[in-house]
């Protein structure tokens, strides 16, 4: 089943990035779009900061029940491998 994780963050200014994270067992899909652009980014890789926020995010929903621990474990897993390459 796929899952869609989305928050917004302020950089500097007045300007908004949004960040979309579709989960679809084994795979994450990362999406970008800042305030000042009209497309969404596909290829941008997530910062360890995306990473450690994303991770947050779904332990939080984990917590109250709206995720299988699969997920859970999944964004745990590509998390680790994302920090060694």
């Given at each position: ?66 995720i ?16 060694v390459?």
């Amino acid at each position: 089943m796929q899952r869609q994780v989305c928050w917004t963050e302020r950089l500097e200014g007045r300007t908004k990035r949004e960040i979309r994270v579709k989960v679809h067992n084994p795979n994450l899909k990362w999406q970008f779009k800042i305030s000042t652009c009209e497309r969404w980014d596909y290829d941008t890789p997530p910062t360890p900061a995306d990473w450690d926020a994303l991770l947050e995010r779904m332990e939080n929903r984990y917590q109250r029940r709206n995720i299988p621990v699969e997920d859970l474990e999944l964004v745990r897993r590509l998390r680790r491998e994302a920090m060694v390459k």
